[in-house]
């Protein structure tokens, strides 16, 4: 199976759990208990002071071909992560291929070195590892994970799908068709549906991150095997990628394996660094609805684009997010979950990649409760002047983001992840620890001046996924601009 | 059966490892374990390689203890426990908890118990102490009419988002339905009907409160930066006061069977692409077969070269997804093959496959290079998980469920030796046992997407078209 598509594909979820996601009401009844036995818990425990933050520690080299080599030491259990991981992604798709990319990673562990398909699953599967390809917008990667002693040949594994794919043709006819199947199983799901229109509304379809990662049907029955390799050709390179290695492996352990397996890897692309044009935030002038018969609940989006990593209103912006919709305790869900009961949950969050990034708040609304509730996302977004943002909210905040990161660090794969994020947007080693150190600095009017000029709505494109029938009349009336009804 | 083909893996006549992994040897989590006089259970683990603590509460109520009229109670009371105990105040819990710096802050509802759970900065220990505490002592006093009302409606879109929209969600449920018909305390899988979560009483939540959440039903864990002695005079401070009630019994219902052989055509709302479910009855968590049929799960399927997807993925292209999964609960389990038909191919096309890769472990029985690899692949999986201290897994919720289960959190190299022991006569056992001809198959249909009548096909639509001795 293949993660790069499980994604989308997935479908078993254990049945077991239910997740809460609670949260507080808002009226408030606190205060039964004054005197007595139990009044002594009226006070919230005074704490000690706050542990000193501990991070891990990214170390680098890079190898004479141009590859980075990045590892985190964790030696605790005997395991180890592997990656390789390019810059790139779908950003790189020809216009008229969108999802290229993607089935260039997919092809990847579809046979490699001396091994047909089913033998090199089978070759992960004695070493108790498992192996899987991915791809986003910009950057994807191939990554095996393992037990620790089988380092080296998990290297020789690893190395056969970035070097040597098999690029079959029945395996590329297999994966397409799998891939097309996919697309249409993504179209079941309201998310599924909205997150394949969103990327053309952010940015605009002739932006390199306008189109979805997988591509679309007809764009993916366009590519043939040679445009696939072709592309592959272009897209990995040694200067380019980074091979990223956390666990119970030292940087030289993990040079010595990059250098055995990946050290005469000469890439044969020619371009510069990769980056993104920035794209500006226009005015909404239309809502887009997409129909979803019978809907029980509507998918309510509203995303702008940004800046990207990196720029001076990055860390403003990031606690603006978190006091208006980034957490539980945020306003908007407070607003549409506590006080409203319209959903199950209200968020919001802030991304930032190579030169450009993006703003996406998001609630999947009760049917009856739709134009209501996205009345409700342009309340938060409108008040925000009259109602700026608190010392305590920020402190919150703040605090949330700083103290939580030890926490964010406690699986390889999450450190992998970070690594991942340090190379792709060519970041400082201590780019986590310096994060820390300036978010805790950033004042409260500079919070609220960014919150204002970015979290504006007249810039939000909105984006709904629902029961046309029933929504679109409401909608309609509400008079929130013109709607266009687009085809599923 | 007529024979199937040969599987294109058949003839890899490559062994696995011939070194057993023995990574695991001499992990264990260690931990200290006590009573309270009130009967809190508390199990203590320490790590003080990072400065945080995972605080990990579970009661011993979940779906198991629901009674008809209220399915999902347990679930939606399990909400409640969030909206603010009288010492701490409403709105609060989030805000304290995101303000020290915690991380996974949640609960969840289970078939069998409820947990909580956050993971803080070392220094914030005796803050999460005072929320758990305050909520476990006192909840009742700050209980209201209009919260209550308030969690009503959102657990009512919890269930429309997880279950109705989304795709084969309702074929989940069904399957639940069916293995466990009422009244079967798990009939409502766990979230409930819209009928009967819409029914709760604020003197349901006093009785329940009452019944089940006294400190002798549930086991506090803290795993992480903690020294033994602090931890414990903590705990006795804010814990050791509470009062006790006698802990109730667990319910002991009977484990799913199926009559006979069922098929059922289901009117799929959401997802696009037609769902074939084969779902077997299995005995009750940490049966003598459990590992075995866990380890066969991973035979089926779970790799490009396992047997199911080397025949519905590899070689045919009939599948757009598949899996196949054992799952276990305290009062029984089920082997389930899930499979989503590529466009254009055919879902008894798909049944044909699997029935034949199925027989083909009659006339080519499993390797014992099929059956390292499924070993070796659980090995990493259980050591991965020991990764996190706690959250929605890791150490805290390890000890957790073998002091569930067996009363004895240090289980943990028996529970990896259970897998080492499974031999090939031993799964061999357990599939003639278990994977038999009585199972339950859905077949979900898409519904034209312009289908009328939403609610009609919303209910479980079982146009049933039921057939005997199907192999």
């Known amino acids: 199976m293949k993660p790069t598509y499980q994604q989308l594909t997935h479908g078993w979820l254990p049945p077991f759990i239910w997740f809460a996601l609670v949260l507080i009401g808002n009226p408030s009844v606190a205060d039964a208990v004054e005197t007595g036995p139990d009044a002594w818990r009226d006070k919230q425990p005074a704490h000690s002071a706050q542990p000193k933050l501990v991070l891990p520690t990214f170390t680098q080299t890079v190898l004479s071909n141009g590859l980075t080599v990045l590892v985190v030491e964790q030696a605790q259990l005997p395991l180890v992560v592997l990656r390789l991981v390019t810059q790139g992604g779908s950003a790189l798709d020809p216009s008229d291929h969108h999802g290229l990319s993607s089935l260039v990673y997919g092809m990847l562990d579809e046979g490699a070195g001396e091994r047909n398909a089913l033998a090199f699953s089978d070759a992960v599967a004695d070493l108790g590892a498992s192996l899987s390809t991915s791809s986003s917008i910009d950057h994807g990667a191939v990554q095996i994970s393992g037990l620790s002693r089988h380092q080296d040949a998990l290297m020789a594994l690893l190395s056969d799908a970035v070097l040597r794919p098999s690029l079959a043709e029945k395996d590329f006819i297999r994966l397409k068709s799998q891939v097309l199947a996919s697309l249409e199983a993504q179209r079941g799901s309201p998310q599924g549906l909205a997150f394949m229109h969103l990327p053309s509304i952010l940015y605009g379809p002739s932006h390199p991150l306008g189109h979805p990662a997988s591509g679309t049907p007809e764009s993916v029955q366009r590519v043939t095997l040679k445009a696939l390799k072709a592309h592959h050709q272009q897209l990995l390179s040694p200067a380019r990628s980074a091979f990223i290695a956390v666990g119970a492996i030292s940087l030289k352990e993990a040079t010595a394996l990059a250098e055995k397996h990946l050290g005469r890897w000469k890439g044969t692309s020619t371009e510069a660094a990769f980056t993104l044009p920035a794209v500006q935030a226009d005015p909404r002038k239309e809502i887009v609805f997409i129909d979803k018969p019978d809907s029980p609940q509507t998918m309510v989006i509203l995303a702008r684009p940004l800046f990207g990593r990196g720029h001076p209103d990055e860390d403003a912006l990031v606690l603006a997010n978190g006091v208006w919709g980034g957490g539980f305790a945020s ?36 049917r009856v409760h739709t134009v209501a509730g996205l009345n409700q996302f342009f309340f938060e977004l409108e008040r925000l002047p009259e109602h700026p943002v608190t010392t305590d909210e920020l402190h919150r905040v703040k605090q949330g983001l700083i103290r939580s990161l030890p926490g964010d660090f406690d699986r390889i794969s999450n450190i992998a992840s970070a690594a991942t994020q340090i190379f792709v947007y060519q970041r400082p080693l201590d780019d986590f620890a310096q994060k820390a150190v300036r978010i805790e600095t950033v004042a409260l009017d500079r919070v609220q001046e960014v919150a204002l000029k970015y979290l504006n709505p007249e810039v939000m494109k909105v984006l709904m996924v629902g029961d046309a029938k029933t929504v679109l009349p409401d909608l309609k009336r509400a008079k929130l601009g013109s709607v266009h009804v687009k085809k599923p | 059966m007529h024979a199937s083909p040969p599987l294109p893996h058949a003839s890899a006549t490559k062994p696995a490892s011939t070194t057993p992994d023995r990574a695991t040897d001499k992990l264990e989590i260690p931990f200290e374990k006590y009573q309270l006089d009130n009967g809190l259970t508390v199990i203590l683990h320490q790590d003080n390689r990072l400065p945080l603590v995972a605080v990990s509460v579970w009661y011993d109520v979940g779906a198991l203890h629901e009674r008809p009229g209220r399915s999902g109670f347990a679930h939606l009371f399990e909400h409640m426990m969030f909206q603010g105990s009288p010492h701490v105040g409403e709105d609060q819990h989030f805000k304290i908890l995101e303000a020290l710096g915690a991380s996974q802050v949640n609960g969840t509802t289970s078939f069998d118990r409820t947990n909580y759970f956050e993971t803080v900065p070392s220094n914030a220990l005796e803050t999460a102490l005072w929320l758990e505490s305050d909520r476990m002592g006192f909840l009742l006093e700050s209980v209201t009419k209009k919260s209550l009302d308030n969690q009503i409606d959102v657990v009512k879109n919890e269930r429309r988002q997880s279950t109705e929209s989304r795709p084969y969600g309702l074929v989940r449920e069904l399957i639940i339905q069916k293995l466990y018909p009422a009244p079967h305390p798990y009939h409502g899988n766990i979230i409930g009907s819209m009928k009967d979560i819409g029914s709760a009483t604020l003197d349901d939540i006093r009785e329940f409160f009452k019944t089940y959440y006294s400190p002798s039903n549930a086991t506090l864990v803290l795993a992480g930066d903690i020294q033994i002695t602090t931890a414990t005079s903590l705990i006795n401070k804010y814990f050791g006061p509470l009062q006790g009630r006698p802990k109730p019994t667990r319910p002991q219902p009977l484990r799913p069977t199926l009559a006979k052989a069922e098929e059922i055509i289901f009117d799929e709302p959401v997802g696009r692409l037609p769902k074939l479910s084969i779902v077997w009855p299995g005995p009750k968590a940490y049966h003598k077969d459990s590992a075995a049929l866990d380890l066969l799960s991973h035979v089926i399927s779970g790799t490009q070269s396992s047997r199911l997807d080397a025949r519905v993925s590899y070689r045919d292209s009939i599948a757009q997804s598949v899996t196949a999964a054992y799952f276990e609960t305290f009062a029984g389990g089920q082997f389930q093959i899930d499979l989503v038909v590529q466009p254009g191919r055919n879902i008894d096309e798909a049944l044909t496959a699997v029935d034949e890769v199925i027989a083909s472990l009659d006339s080519q029985p499993i390797t014992q290079a099929e059956l390292s690899r499924a070993k070796n692949a659980q090995e990493t999986r259980m050591l991965f998980g020991l990764e996190q201290l706690g959250g929605f ?54 519904s034209a997407s312009s289908s009328p009548s939403p609610h009609a096909q919303a209910t479980t639509h079982q146009a049933a078209a039921k057939k005997e001795g199907i192999r």
Request: no cysteine; net charge positive.
């Open chain 1, 331 to 366: 306003r908007l869900n407070m607003n549409l979950r506590e006080d409203k009961g319209y959903t199950y949950g209200a968020g919001s969050r802030a991304g930032f990649r190579n030169n450009v990034g993006n703003f996406i708040a998001y609630s999947a609304l009760q």
């Open chain 2, 393 to 446: 897994g890791g150490r805290t919720e390890q000890l957790q469920s073998y002091q569930y289960h067996f009363g004895d959190p240090g289980r943990f190299t028996w529970d990896i030796n259970r897998y080492r022991g499974v031999t090939l006569d031993s799964l061999e056992q357990a599939r003639r046992t278990w994977l038999s001809e009585t199972r339950l198959i859905v077949k979900a249909i898409p």
